[in-house]
């Protein structure tokens, strides 16, 4: 009688699983085929809030870049911001850099509390997001080192995600 509770309990458990990871899979899915169509990286020339110095791709040519479009108030933004610091930091060969039109009082600060110690950029007239066709955040686009997109998505990345964008880069 006990075996037969277990094996219960463990189907019960496998069914969960199965139901989770198909509903994980989905929004990948849904955030792949959401995120920008673009053949290769518009110009991006902003300045970094923390540094005050101007940032381009340009000078970053021949690395791996991940533009992490968001804002301060967008709730999806702000959690995923802990994982990219992460990726960040496991990550050094790969520039990672966040962009933002919104108020860079705001965006540093909600850099520093999540441990998200990668260049905040500020899009002060949202331009840089319009060329990559940003439309809903967060929004993060990948670029090889030749600045060829190779990864976009729209939605939230955490770090599952991001371990597979790691070993693409």
Request: charged share 20%.
């Amino acid at each position: 009688m006990r075996g037969e509770r277990w094996r219960g309990l463990a189907r019960s458990a496998g069914s969960v699983l199965v139901s989770v990871a198909t509903v994980l899979l989905v929004i990948y899915l849904v955030g792949r085929l959401r995120g920008p169509s673009l053949a290769s990286a518009p110009p991006v020339d902003l300045v970094d809030l923390r540094t005050g110095q101007r940032v381009s791709l340009e000078a970053h040519r021949g690395r791996p870049v991940v533009l992490n479009f968001w804002a301060s108030w967008c709730g999806p933004c702000r959690l995923e911001l802990p994982a990219l610091g992460r990726f960040a930091r496991r990550h050094p060969e790969v520039v990672v850099l966040g962009i933002s039109h919104d108020e860079p009082e705001a965006l540093v600060a909600a850099a520093a509390e999540a441990d998200a110690e990668f260049p905040q950029l500020h899009d002060v007239t949202g331009g840089v997001s319009r060329s990559y066709g940003v439309t809903t955040l967060p929004t993060t686009v990948a670029l090889d080192a030749e600045g060829a997109v190779v990864f976009s998505y729209t939605g939230m990345l955490l770090d599952p995600h991001l371990v597979w964008l790691g070993l693409s880069l």
